[in-house]
C-alpha cells in the first residue's frame, strides 16, 4: 500500500467528519483570527490523523455538540496538515502546551477551558463527550 495516499486518504476523511458536522474549517492564521475575534463560546476541535486519540476525539466532537449547552461557534484545525493556522490557534490557548488531537473552549476569544490528547486517548468517546458537556455546562448557555 501507498502509505503517501493512504495518509492522503485517512486526512480527507478526518477532514470531512469534522465539516460535515457543522465545524468550520480554518486553513489560515487569519480565519484562526476571524473566528476566535468572534463574541460568544467557541469550541475548536485540534483535528489529528492519530489513530489512537483521533479515532475517539472525532466521533467525540461530532456527537457532544447534540447537547442542550453548546458552544455559539465549531471550528477545526488540523495539526499536521494546516500548520500556520494551528500555531496560530495555539496561541490563544496561553500556557496550554500543544496537544493533537485536542479541544480548546473559548469564551470572547479568551480560553477557558482545553481536553488534551492525555484526556482523550485510552478513554471511550463516551468518556470524552462527557468531558467535552462538562466544559459546555461550565460555560455554554443552553439553548
Known amino acids: ?9 485517512a ?10 458536522a457543522g465545524y468550520q474549517e480554518l486553513v489560515t492564521p487569519e480565519e484562526v483570527d476571524g473566528a476566535f475575534r468572534r463574541d460568544g463560546i467557541t469550541l475548536c476541535m485540534i483535528n489529528s490523523v492519530c489513530g489512537c486519540a483521533g479515532g475517539t476525539a472525532r466521533p467525540a ?24 493556522a494551528t500555531a496560530r490557534a495555539r496561541e490563544y490557548f496561553g500556557d496550554n502546551p500543544p496537544s ?10 479568551e480560553c477557558v477551558g482545553m481536553l488534551h490528547r ?3 486517548e485510552g ?17 455554554c448557555e443552553e439553548i
Open 11 to 20: 486526512v480527507e476523511r478526518a477532514r470531512h467528519d469534522m465539516k460535515s
Open 118 to 120: 492525555q484526556d482523550i
Open 100 to 109: 493533537s488531537p485536542s479541544f480548546a473552549l473559548l469564551k470572547d476569544g
Open 61 to 84: 466532537a461530532t456527537s457532544a455538540i447534540h447537547y442542550d449547552c453548546r458552544p455559539d461557534h465549531l471550528v477545526t484545525v488540523f495539526a499536521g496538515q494546516d500548520k500556520e
Open 1 to 9: 500500500m501507498d502509505f503517501k495516499f493512504y495518509m492522503t486518504d
Open 123 to 139: 478513554f471511550t468517546a463516551i468518556d470524552v463527550i462527557n468531558k467535552l458537556q462538562r466544559l459546555f455546562d461550565a460555560h
